[in-house]
């Protein structure tokens, strides 16, 4: 794909910035940032923006998607610490779908671990700027000048001026080599890292509803569509009638809406296609459709029945699958050698994003241009799948990215973007898609069901020494590659291949499982079922052993260690280890509880962070309440301390809805959930107390809007046995008349 240099005019216009000022382009996509101006001239390609006005403003160009996760204030408050710049004084504008802008994708929590660095960089190569003009202003040497809250000072006589007043000397600086960039030590921050010291550059537009999601974009003349899809996956019209919809108040017209089916191997999502009503409001809309006829071929998913094919791939885990790496040792004779012999099998339904905010999207196909307005999460992807269906060249579709209103992965997929294109093409207008909170539910791409059987061994003193672990779930390939009937590399090294312990001898098995619904990434992806059923097991193997629970763990840790992987972040044994230790310190595990209260724990490593999760539930009446969740995270150097909690509270929620509700099911291929009546979620009078405990460090930042989910079912299922005597191998406790 060609990437076309970006000067002064080129980002004036693209962003409606005033023309003046000082513009600063970053380029990260290599291993060393490269920081320059804008000046006309100049050939570069940069995908990280500031600009400098004479008045003082600073504005920073956010390349990754807003969904709650506070991504535009941690990015702007990292270039700004770094800058010197005053908080008052700091706006953001967010960018459209482009190449120019770097990788754009919002999802596997990689946006501080990836951008911190040209961040902070970019921020300190402005100050350096700033610190020579002012020197050439006042014929001093940069040694006496220092950057502080908006102004540089000359330390010399006290002298001080505003950022603003050096632009046009600023414009005239030759830019300083990357190995000269000096960037403040950590002691130094005052917004790195911090608490309650940034109000977030969205905060008051959220406060006062003002903020503007996808939902809320308007064009003149603009017309909205409801969809009505095939209940079952891949299902397509056979015939249908229109005429009662047509007599609904508002309607304006009824068209089909044919498949679009990627080719193979491609990683697009097109659309499932159905019968689109196109009215003048989005109430008329959705009623017209509820008044449409509509014969349905169902296809070959007409059969797919949730629970039966949970037996199914139960039953193929019970026999030897496809062995993956790493296999350590000899499992069957460690299991012959055994003094113990523990044995389980846990399984997981269909789970499905349900982010308030419904998939939707504007589009206006005219003049052999294609503009969109939509909350994704990958724009870039949305605009080449753009191209590839409609023929459209690159440079004449635009994304215009709004705030979004949740995510958790369904936003990265953008089939709803692809029907608001197809619709405005066919019918030459402006036109919203809107999906309806059932149509969310019943036609997603959802989390795999999921099975797996684990058989441990230990010897007289306790210790494991075997390990075998066999998973079977439908891969997320098999939305782009028919017949993916096995895991992903990338998937089992989410929690199976990838288990924080030493274990001498090991073997990972892989059982086959088809999909039947389309399969996507939701928040934490397969971390869920390997955190469910590794941090379960390990907990039936700690009783068996008589051993408590957290020594058991650190035991199996096994010793201080790295291990270097295709990353810059090897794994450390000792920073997991530290996070278990301070979960135990956190919840006071190990004291005594009132009568019907347990508390479980469970640790994982995903996406380069360590957890460790302690939860205390309540036993009344055969009834479970969560009583109090205890997160400790190690995510290296973090920038936006309230954020980073926020964003684990949410996990500790989110995690919580999936173990006590989460559930979706099929029955004759059709999913039987509709709403949140019946796919619940953990609502407030059901929240515990939350308690947040971040480990502060220098290692290079990992994720964080992910890895705090993947513990959180096991620590609380951990803790029911502890309260009960029952172990439950199977979600959600709904299923168990707990909750």
Known sequence: MKVENLNRRDFVKLFGLASGGLILGCNFSGDTPIVNSLEDGISFVPNLFIQLQKNGNVTIVVTRSEMGQGIRTSMASAIADEMEADWNLVSVKQATGDAKFGNQNT????????????????????????????????????????????????????????????????????IPQEKTITLKDKKDFKYIGKNNVLRGVDMNDFLTGKAQYGIDARLPNMKFAAIARCPVTFGSVKSFDKSEAMEVYGVEDVVQLDRLKPATGQQFYGMLGGVAVIANNTWSAFQGKNYLEIEWDMGPNGSYDSEKFSEKIVSRVQEQAKITPPLIGNVNSAFKKADKIVEATYSMPHLVHAPMEVPNALAWVHDGKCEVWTPVQAPQSARAELAAFFGFNLEDITINVTLLGGGFGRKSKSDFVVEAVALSQKLNAPIQVVWSREDDIKHSYYHAQSAQYLKGSLDKEGNVTGWLHRTAFPSILSSFKPISDYAAGFELGQGFTNIPYEIPNFQLENAKAEAHL?????????????????????????????????????????????????????????????????????????????????????????????????????????????????????????????????????????????????????????????????????????????????????HQPTGVGEPGVPPVSAAICNAIFNATGKRIRKLPLSEHGLV
């Open 107 to 174: 999802d596997g929590s990689r946006s501080i671990r990836t951008l911190l660095n040209p961040m902070r960089k970019m921020g300190a190569m402005a100050k350096m700027i700033l610190e020579q003009a002012a020197a050439k202003k006042w014929n001093t040497e940069v040694s006496n000048c220092k950057a502080e809250h908006h102004f540089i000072i000359n330390t010399t006589n006290g002298e001080k001026v505003g950022y603003g007043d050096l632009v046009d000397e600023a414009r005239k600086i030759t």
């Open 518 to 698: 389309r399969i996507g990434w939701l928040r934490s992806v397969y971390n869920i079922i390997s955190g469910f059923g590794v941090n379960s097991f390990v907990d039936e193997l700690a009783v068996a052993s008589g051993k408590d629970p957290i020594d058991f763990r650190l035991n199996l840790i096994g010793k201080d260690r790295k291990i270097e992987g295709r990353s810059q972040h090897p794994y450390d044994s000792s920073r997991m280890k530290n996070v278990l230790k301070e979960v135990k310190k956190l919840s006071n595990f190990g004291q005594s509880l009132p009568e019907g209260h347990g508390i479980g724990v469970a640790i994982h490593y995903s996406f380069y962070s360590y957890v460790a999760t302690a939860v205390e539930v309540s036993v009344k009446n055969s009834k479970v309440k969560v009583e109090n969740v205890y997160t400790v995270l190690d995510c290296g150097m973090y920038v936006n301390k309230d954020a980073v909690v926020n964003q684990l509270e949410g996990s500790a929620i989110f995690g919580m809805s999936i173990t006590l509700f989460g559930k979706i099911s099929t029955k004759d291929g059709a999913v039987e959930q509709n709403n949140f009546h019946d796919y619940q979620m953990t609502r407030m009078k059901d929240a515990p107390n939350i308690h947040i405990q971040l480990i502060d460090n220098d």
